[in-house]
Structures are given as structure tokens and as C-alpha cells.
């Protein structure tokens, strides 16, 4: 349980760090290849996140401080935000 909850802080970064570096790129760097591949790895992230968010709804209880602190919803949230930018 401890390593699925530290691969979700994990996918959590990655996907805030996807959002910080399409914020910063210029506009010129966002071409159909670049969109195509942070696309890909955005979903591809989100599955991992999403399928790891069922697993944990079993195994930890609801008072868990991963659940506590709305780790979910927030990584939902900006998931949600960046694929309307990347579409």
C-alpha cells in the first residue's frame, strides 16, 4: 500500500510538471508532434493514477490522510485542465 501511495504522489508530480513546462514553452515549440506526446503521456499518467485511486479506495480506509487531503480531485483537476489546453 505504501509504494502504491508514494507512485501516486509520483504521477502527481509529473503531471504538475507537464502543466508548468506547457505554461512555459513558447509557442513556436508547440507543434502536432509536441502536442501529440504530452498528450499521450498525460493520459497515459492519468490511467496509472486513476486505476492506483481504485486500488487504494479498497485497501485504505476513507480517513487516510491521501484521501484527507483531496490528492484525487486536485490531480483530476489539473488533469482536466490540461488535456482542454492540449485539445
Request: proline share 0%; aromatic share 0%.
Given at each position: 500500500m505504501e509504494g502504491l501511495l508514494q507512485r501516486q504522489l509520483i504521477i502527481a508530480?509529473?503531471?504538475?510538471?507537464?502543466s508548468t513546462n506547457i505554461k512555459k514553452d513558447s509557442a513556436i515549440r508547440k507543434t502536432a508532434e509536441y502536442i501529440r506526446k504530452r498528450l499521450v503521456n498525460l493520459e497515459e499518467l492519468w490511467d496509472e493514477f486513476d486505476n492506483n485511486h481504485k486500488k487504494l479506495t479498497v485497501l485504505c480506509d476513507n480517513k487516510h490522510e491521501y484521501f484527507q487531503?483531496?490528492?484525487y480531485l486536485s490531480v483530476k483537476e489539473l488533469y482536466s485542465t490540461q488535456l482542454h489546453v492540449l485539445c
Open positions: 508530480e509529473a503531471v504538475q510538471k507537464i487531503s483531496g490528492t
